[in-house]
C-alpha cells in the first residue's frame, strides 16, 4: 500500500505532460501533413476532370498553371513534413532531456538523501522499540492531523523534502527538512501503539534473572537514581518516558520503595518496558533506554520465554542473586539467610534459557558476539556479602593485587567468588557468549534498617549506555574510555 501523498510535479506530473505533449506533437504533425496532402490529392482529382480537346493555347496555359499549382503544393508538403519533424523532434528532444534530467537528478538526490540517512541512522542507532509489541523499526508511521498514515516518511517519488499528505498538509520527509519535528503523533508500524519520536538512540536492555533475584526492586532504583543524579553527576539529562496504557509503575513503585517498602510484585509474564531519556546536555539525538522487566517466572520455565524483546537488545543486563548460589548462602549467617528472600533459580539455567530464547528467533552467535552484557549482583547488603564480592572485598584486591582500576578488581573478586562457590558454567557461558563482560556489586534497597539508600544501582546502567550509546562518554567516572 502507498502511502497517502498526493504524487509530485519531478517524478510524475512532469513526465505525464511531456507524454500528452508528445503525442499532441504527434498528432499536430499528423494533421498538417493530411490537410497538405489533401490539398494535392484535390489538385489532382481536379486535374482528371480537365477537359483539354479545346483550343491547344488555352490547354497548354491551363495545364501549366495546374503544373506550377501542383508543384507548390508538393513543395508546401515537403517543407511542412521536413520541418515539422525538425523542430517538433527538436522540441520533443529538449523537453524530454529537461523532464527526465529533472527525473534522474530526483533519483540521484534520493540516493544520496536515503544513504546519508541509512548511514546516520546506523552509526547512532536511530531506531525504536515498541514497548507494547516490542518490535524494534527503523521508522515509526506518522500518524497526519487528518488521521492517515504515512508508513515509510522518507525521501521518495512523493518528494524528497517535503511531500503534501491528500489532506493537504505539507509534511517534511526527511532528516535534514526538520521531519522530528512535526506535530503529529509516531506510531509502531506493527501495532499501532503511540511511541516517543522518530528521531533517537534505541537502547533496549533486557533484566535477566530468575524469580525473587531482585529484578524490579534494582530496576526502579536504579531509574530513582539516574532521575536524581545523572544531571548534577554526569551532566546527563535525564526524562522518564511513561507508559501509562501498559500499566507502567514507575512512579508507584517509586512512592513504595521510598516508604521502605518492596515493590510490587511483576505478574504479567510480558516484558515491561521501563523507559526514559538520558542525553548529554545540548545533543539534539536523545537516547532512549528501556529496563525491560519480565515476571521471573518466565525464566523458572524455559518454555515460555517466547519474548521478541530478548532478540532487540542492545545490551543484556543479569541479575545476580548471591544468596541464589547454595554454596555462598552456606557461608552467610543462618539466620540473615533465614529472614531474607532469595532467588532459588540455579544461575547457568537462567543464562542457558537467554541463550536457547536468543537461538529460538535466529539471533546468531555471532550477532550477540558484539552485545555488550553487565552482570550485577544484588542485595550486597545482606551481612557477610561485603566480605565476599562487595566494597570491601574490591579495596582488598586493589591493595594486594596491585589492580589499580576499580573496574577490573570488581571483575576479578566477582569472578573469582563465583568459581570458588561453584558457578563456572555460569560463568563460562557468558564470556563464551557475549562481546565484554562487566561484573557491578549493588543494593536496591541499602543498608537493612535504614530508609532508601541504595548503593551502585545506577553504575551499571550508566556502563551499558555509554558502552551503546556513540554520543555518551563517561571516561572520567570509570577512569577510563570503555
Ligand atoms: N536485602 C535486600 N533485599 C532485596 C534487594 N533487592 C530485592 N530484595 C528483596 O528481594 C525480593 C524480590 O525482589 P523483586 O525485585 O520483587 O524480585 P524479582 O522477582 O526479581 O523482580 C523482595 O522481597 C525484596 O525485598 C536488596 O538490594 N537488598
Ligand atoms: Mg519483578
Ligand atoms: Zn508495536
Ligand atoms: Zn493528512
Redesign the pocket.
Known sequence: MTDPAKISYMFTLAPMEYSDSVKEIFEDYINVIKKNFGKLENKFIDLTRLDFSGNFFNSLKFGSLFALQLGFFFGELLLHAVLSALFGGLFILLYGAAVYGMKLYGYVTMGILLSIEYLFSFFKRIAFSCPNCQAKHKMPTYLCKCGRKHKKLMPSSAGLLKRECVCGEKLACSLFSGRHRLSGRWLCPDCDYEIGGPLHTDIPIPVV?G????????IISAIMELEKNSERKHDLLFEYHENPQLGDDYYDNKRQIERGN??L??RDSRLRYYQFYLTPRGKKIRNMVSLC?VA?EVFAHGDDVIQPGFKNAAAYLI?VDPLSIPALRADLDPAVVAR??F?TRPMDEVVNILIKTLELFGVKESQHAHIDIAVVF??C??PGIDDIIGNRAVMRTMQTSGIESRLEAQNAVCQSALMKYGEANFLNAIRSQFRSLQFFTT???GE?GQAFNPIGVDEPILWLVDKVSPDINLKAKWGKKI
Open positions: 534473572a524469580p525473587n533475584a531482585g529484578k524490579t526492586c534494582f518492596a515493590p510484585k511483576t522487566d521471573g541479575i531474607t528472600r532467588s544484588t542485595k547488603d545482606t543494593s536496591a534497597l537493612s
